[in-house]
């Protein structure tokens, strides 16, 4: 039986930290082999640098505490900055709110939309490759199917955590060692299955270096991204917001973002891409959240 290593730390969280829409995020499927949420408890599957690991995070008042856990085999030294990274991006600790608080102080549509409610933290996905997976699950499919899907991945490519009952979601290499037909034979379809494992092998050879993307302006990050075979503008988008942390990008074809600015500007009809493009034009350079609220506003004009 392998041994198992756990180390802890500690994360100082701004005293106005709101952790419900962080978790509601990463625990939005309760039956995922890789998430498990209750409370102010997030439980979550990563590979990180190859190395399998289970993130066990609390959020309390004022502080953010963390733990993982994996096989003792595990470089830490060089694993642990990584998984302080990690946490950092899950928690949406990635300044991008004070920046969107000072555009509400001075741009109408922003202070309009954030209407006296407390400004969101942008929470990303672990590390880049699992928003990439998800946006390419999620093209053209509702949101139940789309998390169906994603977990049958899991299910088929996921590593085993030693000391953990979870999975981590697959890396590149991983996904990139599936077939087409295994995929298929769980309801993905056939333009789907090839998307996804020429996303992951794209990633695997360097044609995609996700890793460098994060630091480039968005306008290249983009281009970059639409030049794999099957990623729309949608798609690129919000693996540019939810996996590379980009400030100022917004989900064009959102159909739910289309929605929440018709409703936001009282028009008649929903925007079309070109409309939206230009609507969402006054909350840059601070897009991405400014996404993040439109969304919410859906719940709160339910």
Known sequence: MQQVMEHGFEMALPEDYQPQSVLAYHGRDQAGPAERWQDRHLRKGVLLQGAAVELALCFEP?????????????????????????????????????????????????????????????????????????????????????????????????????????????????????????????????????????????????????????????????RRLLALHGVGPWTARYVMLRGLGLADCAPIGDSGLATALQRFHALPARPDARQTEQLMQVFSPCRSLATLHLWASLTEQA
């Open 62 to 222: 004022g502080r953010l505490q963390a733990r993982v856990c994996g096989a003792a085999s595990h470089p830490w030294p060089v694993l642990l900055p990584q998984v302080q990274q990690a946490v950092r991006r899950m928690a949406g600790l990635n300044g991008q709110r004070e920046a969107w608080m000072q555009l509400a102080r001075q741009q109408p549509d922003a202070a309009r939309l954030l209407a006296g409610k407390p400004a969101l933290w942008l929470p990303l996905t672990a590390e880049p490759f699992e928003a990439l997976c998800w946006a390419i699950i999620g093209q053209q499919i509702n949101l139940s199917f789309a998390t169906a899907l994603r977990r049958s991945l899991i299910q088929l490519a996921g590593v085993p955590i030693t000391g953990s009952d979870l999975l981590a979601h697959p890396g590149p290499g991983e996904v990139a060692a599936l077939s087409a037909e295994q995929l298929t034979a769980q309801r993905f379809s056939r333009s789907k299955a090839a998307y996804l494992l020429g996303a992951a092998r794209a990633v695997l050879d360097g044609s995609l270096p996700l890793a460098v993307l994060s630091g480039l302006d968005a306008a290249e990050a983009e």
